[in-house]
């Protein structure tokens, strides 16, 4: 994406998130050029303050001509003897959720950051585009023991999300459930409009069945960012020292078998989810840790179900 701009590093260098830094996104968000209304119509995705009928029961009111006969309200009808109609509250809010996956894999990097940091800082600017749009933000992760950040708005739901992202990323939580039991969490808070964004690790992705995928992200926004490390796409054609809890190794990656083996264990996972989210209409993308702030954004405005 041209013009992506990125954040100073903390002093944390990138290993951990900070709570200054994902504040810091807020400017990143706000500058952000929303839709604009063309004279064909819009150009783009244009947010209204008006989500439309909400699942809320009012009212109920005498029925009219070109009331919806699905709402008819049948036991007022019943006990009046003459038809009347329910009214719902118009849902103003749109709910932004965040999901974390909180697998060991995102904590590790090899340039600029962590995958876990800049999971997190994907998740921060999400909540801080909830903010500028007037929607309320939430995020969970697979847990449980820990609840969801309940849905809420402004600056003060913004920073509950940024304070869970800057726990959840600091290290890997001891009662991580895996994405599977998150998107569980996640059906039960999700309603039709929602916009869904998913922070995780391909091989996550892929330990979700596609049924289940289907079940979370129907009558949703869904947007899931696949985090990877450039050394886990490219690595140099050369050996590598490695450290192992059986001692240190080395990897002949200079070799043409060995580097397919390496590819079968990080782009073939990567592909695989990216299909997988593509046939369940998620619009998804890799993500990589040194990549800018910026770069996912335009995920956002292209049409359900297209991956890069």
């Known amino acids: 994406m041209s013009g992506s701009t990125a954040s100073p590093e903390p002093a944390s260098g990138g ?12 400017a990143l968000a706000q500058g952000r050029r929303t839709a604009r209304l063309g004279r064909h119509g819009a150009q783009g995705h244009a947010l209204s303050n008006l989500r439309g009928r909400g699942m809320e029961y009012a009212e109920s009111r005498e029925y009219a001509i070109g009331d919806d006969a699905r709402h008819i309200d049948w036991r007022l009808t019943a006990r009046s003897g003459k038809a009347h109609t329910k009214l719902f509250q118009a849902e103003r809010e749109r709910l932004t ?18 995958k876990s940091v800049q999971a997190a800082r994907a998740g921060a600017l999400a909540a801080w585009l909830a903010v500028r749009d007037g929607d309320r933000i939430a995020a969970l992760r697979g847990s ?22 800057v726990r959840w990323y600091a290290r890997p939580p001891a009662d991580d459930a895996g994405l599977p039991v998150a998107l569980d969490h996640a059906r039960r808070l999700l309603r039709p409009g929602s916009r869904l964004v998913v922070l995780a690790d391909p091989a996550s992705v892929l330990a979700v069945p596609a049924e289940r995928w289907a079940g979370v992200v129907q009558h ?12 886990e796409r490219q690595p140099p054609a050369a050996r590598l020292p490695f450290a192992s809890e059986g001692g240190r190794m080395e990897l002949a990656l200079d070799a043409a078998a060995v580097r397919q083996r390496w590819k079968q264990a990080f782009d073939a996972p990567l592909d695989a989810a990216l299909e997988l989210l593509r046939r369940q209409r998620v619009r998804a993308m890799p993500l990589s840790c040194d990549a800018p702030d910026d770069a996912w954004l335009g995920l956002l405005d292209r049409p359900k179900g297209r991956a890069r």
């Open 15 to 26: 290993i951990v998130p900070t709570l200054a830094e994902l504040i810091g996104l807020r």
């Open 220 to 231: 949703t926004d869904a947007v899931a960012l696949l985090l990877t490390d450039p050394l």
């Open 97 to 114: 959720l965040v999901v974390a996956d909180t697998s060991p894999a995102l904590y590790f990097g090899t340039r600029t950051r962590f």
């Open 144 to 165: 449980a023991q820990e609840p969801p950040v309940p849905p809420a708005s402004g600056q003060r739901g913004a920073l509950r999300v940024l304070d869970a992202l």
